[in-house]
């Protein structure tokens, strides 16, 4: 999830660096938490990740899942 939340920490969180490509206002972060959501709740897109959030994001979900396996 991308939330604006940043006083409380969770494992693994991510920093938005790049936030006009994302199209947020305010400084946010991907928060790895695992849960449903009714897509009924999902009203569009409202950017894509930086290049270099990308790449953060893509290592924190390595991270996860191995220690998933693990």
Known sequence: MIT???H???PLDVS???LES???QKP???RLKLFTL?????YGTLGTLGAQ???KLQ???ALAFNELID
Do not use: H, P
């Open 22 to 24: 994302c199209g947020l």
């Open 4 to 6: 604006s939340a940043q």
């Open 53 to 55: 959030d990308q790449k």
């Open 38 to 42: 009714d897509n009924r709740l999902i």
């Open 16 to 18: 938005i660096t790049d």
């Open 8 to 10: 409380t920490q969770w």
């Open 59 to 61: 290592k924190a979900l």
């Open 28 to 30: 946010s972060l991907i």
